[in-house]
């Protein structure tokens, strides 16, 4: 089934609050999640077991502007300041389940936003290294994560083009954001076996999500669905 992710553009900074704003309880959150994972993600296809838990145990609310919390587990993105957006719910999921990742395994992430697709590869990975190139973003989220408990999510502020090849090869690799071209970086710290998922095209255009596979030291890959995400940022 193919999904368009519509593209939000919020020009004006947006503050996160940790406490749930007056009105909602923990378990309308929970409710929340169990719906969205059965209506949104489940029947669109995606059955992997890890992916699911992790969609259903990510309180997407503390990802997300205080103002946005009754929307957050909408079927749409939505803007999380600095004309960046937290991606569809079923996008998280998809290209989760593309990795194909485990227990054992480490993942790379470019393009941190809120933190919130991290969080989720961390219920599933041994260690996530996200890059994230806007201090306030990459900031806010280390907090956050920090707060919440994802010890394994290490977060980095930096131009996330180049990678993190200190810490490589990584078993995933997971772009957030919508680059002209698949950097040559990344695919080098790709693990032999290893699988990455990026959105490839023009950033104001429809894009291409593509995965790429490296078996054997062959690069190959394959386009999956059209999508439309933000820009990907690179430093001046």
């Known amino acids: 089934m193919l999904a368009i992710v519509a593209l939000l553009i919020l020009s004006a900074d947006v503050s996160f609050l940790s ?13 929340k999640r169990r719906l969205m994972v059965e209506h949104q993600i489940r029947r669109r296809g995606v059955t992997d077991r890890a992916t699911l838990t992790a969609m259903e145990t990510v309180p997407r609310h503390e990802f997300v502007p205080a103002r946005a919390r009754a929307a957050a587990y909408r079927d749409g993105p939505l803007p ?14 998809y290209m989760t389940e593309l990795l194909r990742v ?16 991290a969080a989720v590869l961390g219920e599933i990975v041994r260690e996530v290294r996200t ?19 994802y010890e394994n999510v290490h977060v980095k502020i930096a131009d996330g083009y180049h990678g993190w090849p200190e810490h490589g090869p990584y078993d995933g690799i997971i772009v957030t954001a919508a680059a002209e071209h698949i950097p040559p970086p990344l695919i080098r710290q790709l693990k ?9 095209g023009h950033p104001f255009f429809v894009q291409n999500l593509v995965l790429v596979e490296k078996k054997n030291g062959k690069v ?4 999956l669905l059209p999508v439309a ?3 990907f940022t690179r430093s001046r």
């Open 192 to 200: 032999d076996g290893g699988r990455m998922v990026i959105p490839v």
């Open 220 to 223: 190959t890959t394959e386009n």
């Open 131 to 149: 890059i994230e190139i806007i201090p306030e973003l990459g900031k806010n989220a280390r907090q956050r994560l920090e707060r919440l408990g």
């Open 102 to 117: 485990n227990a054992a395994d480490k993942v790379l992430e470019v393009g941190t936003g809120s933190g919130y697709q």
């Open 19 to 31: 406490a749930n704003p007056e009105g909602f309880r923990s378990q309308d959150f929970t409710h």
């Open 80 to 93: 999380i300041g600095y004309g960046q957006t937290i991606s569809q719910p079923y996008i998280v999921a």
């Open 229 to 231: 995400f933000v820009p």
